[in-house]
């Protein structure tokens, strides 16, 4: 047997789940040695450390460890700190590292970053704390991001980067690949090279791939790639993520209204922005708004506070439709065991086409021309899932107390339920979207008030009907 295949020889190769699974976390043996480098001011012995790792690790150690650690580890690493870690930190720790670097480092840190990284990194930031990293840039640089801006929060033109590769329509391969020889300030990643009119307006691209395999006397209009597209710079930079995963782009220039070149935003930032609408959607669909575990107390409370608010609200009035029943109740106590269960099969079935409607909305899978059809599907999904489940809450209500008809009620409280449910799941964030609602905000409490009180209303409704 050869030494390669001694190595992936199932026999001897690790069981799945195990190393796989801890590939991409921090060795905690690792962090515990940082932490004692820091420990004993040995800075030979972090730089040892810290080399090996990517930008991105060492910004979740950062953000792993507490403020006292992370202070010492920053000022005893000093001059090496790369600008690369504060793009990846996030934006509560990020400040706090700010502050915490001198001048010269900071400038050292993101003289090398692309401006588009640079604009990430100062437009939440504090005026002081911005002008510290502006004043670090040389003054093209600084004008560069200064630009990007004065363009709106969350467009393309926030998102782009102004570091490019043009030339004239009419260039060769060959008169290409010289320019790029001789330029000293090429993007260090790029995928495509722009051609530009006269009027410096973006006419199409070429990929890397293709200019290199051709003749250096081949015409760049020969081999522009058939799909080109260009994003206007007040884009919304949600729209951008969703054109660049819809149709598969790569990069794509950016515009301005008179439709010349302004810059470029390759996929790299799309799919981070795509990232964030994800997490974002789900962090709203729980009540949590936009927070994250650096946050600090008086923060996370702030930002749930208004959420849980509104859900007594609720609550409050689906107590009310229970105190309609109070005599009902009263005579059959069999039912406050019950309740719970309806309105909680209730809740999680209406979260479930909840969850799948606010992505398909995200998505734009859910539209007008297919909104029916869906609907229909999801009653039809509530009407199998109530039977199925009324079939089993009838036998309980049977074993469990000896009644028949108590059996029957909730079985058909389970069934209405689980229908309205699906019907809320889809029709609620759908009207939302349609009033310019996020539905990922407000969805779920609507969602949840209707299950709870059409669940309370029909159980203990029916409840006063069968069994009085």
């Known amino acids: 047997m050869t030494e390669i295949e001694q190595e992936i020889d199932p026999e001897t190769a690790p069981e799945a789940g195990t190393e796989e699974q801890e590939s991409y976390t921090l060795d905690r043996r690792n962090v515990a040695a940082i932490l004692y480098a820091v420990d004993t001011g ?20 950062l953000e792993q460890v507490n403020a006292y650690d992370r202070r010492r580890l920053v000022l005893l690493y000093d001059r090496d700190f790369d600008g690369d870690i504060l793009s990846e930190l996030d934006e509560g720790i990020r400040e706090e590292v700010i502050q915490l670097l001198t001048p010269d480092v900071l400038k050292e840190a993101v003289r090398d970053l692309d401006s588009d990284d640079v604009v990430d990194l100062v437009e939440y930031l504090e005026e002081p704390q911005q002008e510290a990293i ?10 560069a991001v200064e630009q990007a801006l004065n363009y709106p929060e969350e467009s393309a033109g926030r998102l782009m980067q102004r570091e490019v ?11 290409t690949i010289d320019m790029m020889r001789e330029r000293e300030d090429l993007p260090e990643q790029f995928y ?23 003749p250096r006397r081949t015409r760049l209009q020969e081999i522009t790639e058939p799909a080109f597209r260009t994003i206007p710079a007040m884009q919304d930079e949600g729209e951008v993520a969703y054109a660049f995963n819809q149709y598969h782009i790569i990069s794509a220039p950016v515009v ?29 669909l729980a009540g949590v708004g936009e927070g994250s575990l650096n946050d600090r107390v008086s923060e996370t409370v702030k930002q749930r506070l208004p959420w849980l608010a509104v859900n007594l609200a609720t609550a409050v009035i689906a107590s009310m439709v229970i105190s309609l029943f109070e005599d009902t109740i009263a005579q059959f106590v069999a039912l406050a065991v019950l ?5 909680s ?45 009324a079939v089993i809450m009838g036998i309980v209500g049977l074993v469990w107390f000896g009644s028949p008809a108590l059996g029957g009620v909730i079985a058909a409280a389970m069934v209405i339920n689980l229908v309205i449910a699906g019907l809320a799941g889809i029709a609620v964030p759908v009207i939302l979207d349609k009033f310019r609602i996020d539905p990922a905000l407000a969805s779920g409490t609507f969602v949840t008030t209707v299950t709870d009180v059409v669940g309370f209303f029909a159980f203990l409704g029916l409840a006063g009907i069968v069994l009085l």
């Open 134 to 143: 502006l004043g670090a840039l040389e003054d093209s640089d600084r004008h």
């Open 192 to 214: 495509h090279v722009i051609l530009l009119d006269p009027k410096i307006r973006p006419v199409g691209h070429v990929t890397l791939g293709k200019l290199m395999a051709s």
């Open 42 to 61: 040995d800075r030979a012995q972090l730089l040892e450390l810290m080399e090996p790792l990517h930008a991105a690790d060492i910004a979740d150690l």
């Open 345 to 389: 099969m209730g809740g999680n079935a209406g979260t479930q086409a909840l969850t799948v409607a606010v992505r398909a909305i995200a998505t734009k899978d859910l539209t007008g021309s297919n909104v029916w059809r869906v609907l229909r599907r999801e009653i039809m999904v509530g009407l199998f899932n109530g039977l199925a489940f």
């Open 339 to 343: 309740m719970p269960i309806v309105a």
């Open 165 to 175: 590769v043009a030339v004239p329509e009419f260039w060769t391969v060959g008169q």
């Open 256 to 284: 301005d209204e008179e439709e010349r070149l302004v810059g470029v935003i390759t996929i790299d930032d799309a799919m981070i922005v795509l990232d964030e609408e994800h997490e974002e959607d789900i962090m709203r």
